[in-house]
């Protein structure tokens, strides 16, 4: 009987451990974490590096500068951070491990990227003569540019506009009529036009009036 009358107090208890583990364990993760804001900088603190990008390595987290070159979010005190910008080398970043507050500011600089060119030979002409020889013999090719110009000349376009059988105008009426005669059946079937009264009434005045006869 005394077993059974102390098997609630023992729940109890187990339950008020597990608690209190649980609370120890949140504690001491809350305390590993850190707000980490600073700035991205060049390697001589000239300028401000707007969007650069910030990864904890081994994670997917991480974040990037703004226009200021300013960046906050919370990492682990045993986190190792990559910065990282086109054009710039990139840098690993230690998190302090012995930090004792749950904040810590650092200004992060960047080297630039240092690239090596192919080498290039420049030759000056001897002569004013053979200089102008070369430019005036010289095809270059068509540019963008220049085929957009010769498209656009006034006399391939109005031989263009002769050929056609209809003009811009003519056109943009008959498919705007198309489109208010579509919305106008909406949802339901289209008069046959060769069953309208109405369509044989407008042909037949037309033609009575010469609007038909070719111009």
Known sequence: ?????????????????GLNQNVQAQSKNDS?????????????????????TIRIMGSTRGTYSDMQGYFSFVAKRSDVLLFTCVGYE??????????GTSKFKSVVTLD?????????????QPTA?????????VKLPYDD???AQNNLRRKPLADQAANLDNDGYT???????EYANKAYYNGQPQPIPVLDIF?????????????LKRK
Do not use: H
Not at 1 to 17: A, D, E, H
Not at 90 to 99: D, G
Not at 129 to 137: G, H, P
């Open 1 to 17: 009987m005394k077993s059974i009358k102390l098997l609630p107090f023992i729940c109890l208890v187990w339950l008020l451990n």
């Open 32 to 52: 590993d974490l850190v707000q980490f804001t600073g700035f991205v900088l060049t390697s001589d603190s000239s300028k401000t590096i707007p969007f650069a």
């Open 90 to 99: 990139p840098r690993y970043f230690k998190m302090p491990a012995k930090n």
């Open 112 to 124: 630039i990227d240092s690239f090596v060119m192919e080498e290039a030979v420049i030759i000056a």
């Open 129 to 137: 003569e053979q200089l102008d020889y070369m430019f005036s013999r």
């Open 145 to 147: 540019y220049m085929i």
């Open 171 to 177: 056109n943009a009426k008959w498919n705007f009529t």
């Open 199 to 211: 369509a044989w009434g407008k042909f037949l005045k037309a033609l009575e009036k010469g609007d």
